[in-house]
């Protein structure tokens, strides 16, 4: 399975093609779709284009990409966009539309009782598994690890010549993860590696315009589609 993660905490300034209105995303995921994407992974923002958990923009953002694909869509409840673990988890009970799946990032304050959250509101929960960080610990010890859809590992080290091997060591961290799927990917430059990685080992993995703003012969990509493309053929380019 390959998942798009349309746009991130990027914006404009990082590169015109981040999609940052609910058109706007919706128009990039179907065109990620088409190219070879089965899941959507998106950050909902504000009007001065913050992340955001407010149920209306929640609302408006996946109303829209509902209407132009028909495959899982799922958001992010990163802490960057509500600081307060417990503001956190009143604005998921306040959702009035709900995504198929949302992250959690197991290593922020508040992880257990957000997933708890999500959970009983019938939110299938991504873990956020971060390598350098307390996270897969916390996660491997909790009661709600084996309920949750699948794991992220999300490799953060961004230098391509160790990002690879920064993967291994998370995937052996966790072990049999209770059972659960991994989606594995990276970051930035180690983008690229992580994805052959996870291929190889067939592994579910993700990209787009969140992870990476390059294709793998080092120029812009012009959309995310472009990089589902890149993405897709059995043999990623070294």
């Keep these: 399975m390959i998942q798009v993660c349309l746009n991130g905490g990027r914006g404009p300034g990082d590169s015109a093609a981040v999609p940052m209105s609910p058109a706007a995303m919706a128009e990039a995921a179907a065109e990620a779709v088409a190219a070879g994407a089965s899941d959507v992974h998106v950050h909902p923002k504000t009007p001065c284009g913050g992340d955001t958990l407010s149920p209306r923009v929640l609302a408006e953002t996946l109303t829209a990409l509902r209407e132009a ?3 899982p869509v799922g958001v992010t409840t990163g802490a960057w966009a509500e600081p307060d673990p417990v503001r956190r988890v009143e604005r998921v009970r306040a959702w009035t539309v709900l995504p198929d799946h949302a992250s959690v990032n197991w290593h922020e304050p508040g992880a257990e009782e957000l997933a708890a959250a999500l959970l009983d509101r019938g939110v299938g929960v991504e873990a956020g598994l971060w390598s350098g960080t307390d996270g897969p610990e916390r996660f491997l010890r909790s009661p709600l690890a084996p309920r949750v859809l699948r794991i992220l590992a999300e490799v953060t080290d961004p230098d391509p010549r160790t990002a690879a091997s920064t993967a291994r060591a998370l995937l052996t961290d966790l072990g049999t993860a209770h059972g659960r799927p991994i989606l594995l990917h990276g ?10 990685l996870a291929r190889r080992l067939g592994l579910s993995t993700r990209i787009g315009l969140e992870d990476t703003l390059l294709l793998p012969d080092g120029t812009p990509a012009r959309s995310n ?7 897709v053929p059995v043999t990623v380019p070294e």
């Design 225 to 231: 589609a472009q990089l589902v493309s890149a993405a």
């Design 187 to 196: 970051e930035n430059a180690g983008t690229w590696p992580v994805l052959r």
């Design 69 to 71: 694909v028909d495959v």
